[in-house]
């Protein structure tokens, strides 16, 4: 609930306020964007943990709605990651060469296709994979690698773990050391606009923190999934009690619901368009 509404409102506001529409703010947009699809796909997962396996809506419908809720995670994930990503660039080059502006118009628009078109790309084997199939017990819903000898499941979990998680936060992280170095040393001129250079410096600062905190959310909080599908690939016979392999798929879903709430935390802009539409203003 705290994800479909905060993510709702990011939406919404950058959409309905032009003075929002920043090319930052336009990828924040997306990322909710891929938070929400993480977001519709919760019943399902919730499902998963009363029934297992066992599904509804017969062969099409149910084979559609099957391939759709198993991909739905790999994909968000893809999505929020490389999201990130292009947000790290576009604070860069406005802090290092801010008379270039990387992610305006046609670019931001082609960053943000080419993000959704490798995150379905990414969340693609799965969907292959996956399907319905009827057993005594009723319809089931689970991914058949078996059937599919031309996808390698290790090294596709290997690949996407590599490309998705680890890859993205490197080169997150270099961005960001870039940025934070040239804007935490940067000196300003003595003279009568020190004050609103001030001003801007101490935003830029303000945006840059926040982004750099989301990042390290997301990947506190995806860290520990991504060290289980490890130990499943390179040491299978290790045993992993079923409380804890229950509970650390919701620690990465968390993040969903984490987000808009730093946007609100971090930013005075985002905090007062919340309270605009929350008490009607």
């Not at 997962?45 to 017969?58: A, C, D, Q």
Request: aromatic share 10%; charged share 15%; proline share 5%.
């Amino acid at each position: 609930v705290l994800s479909m509404i905060g993510n709702v409102l990011v939406i919404h506001i950058v959409c309905t306020r032009k003075h929002m529409r920043t090319s930052t703010n336009v990828l924040i947009l997306n990322m909710a964007l891929g938070d929400l699809l993480l977001t519709i796909d919760i019943p399902f997962i919730v499902k998963w943990f009363f029934v297992h396996e066992k599904w509804f809506g017969g062969r099409w419908v149910g084979g559609f709605l099957c391939k759709a809720a198993m991909s739905a995670q790999p994909g968000s994930i893809a999505v929020s990651v490389f999201t990130l990503v292009f947000i790290s660039l576009d604070r860069c080059c406005a802090i290092l060469c801010p008379l270039k502006k990387a992610m305006k118009g046609s670019v931001l628009k082609i960053s943000i296709i080419g993000i959704w078109l490798a995150s379905v790309a990414f969340s693609a084997p799965v969907m292959i994979v996956t399907g319905v199939r009827e057993t005594p017990n009723g319809v089931i819903c689970n991914e058949y690698w078996t059937d599919y000898p031309m996808i390698n499941p290790k090294a596709f979990i290997s690949a996407y773990m590599v490309c998705t998680y680890l890859l993205p936060l490197v080169t997150v992280a270099a961005l960001y050391a870039a940025t934070a170095i040239k804007l935490w040393s940067r000196k300003l001129p003595g003279n009568e606009n020190l004050l609103a250079q001030q001003k801007v410096n101490a935003s830029s600062k303000k945006a840059t923190a926040m982004l750099i905190t989301v990042v390290v959310v997301f990947a506190v909080c995806w860290l520990p999934l991504q060290i289980r599908e490890f130990l499943k690939l390179n040491a299978p016979d290790l045993e992993i009690p079923l409380r804890v392999d229950i509970v650390l798929p919701w620690i990465g879903i968390s993040n969903i619901a984490i987000n808009p709430l730093l946007y609100g935390i971090f930013s005075e802009k985002y905090r007062r368009e919340f309270a605009n539409i929350l008490f009607c203003r």
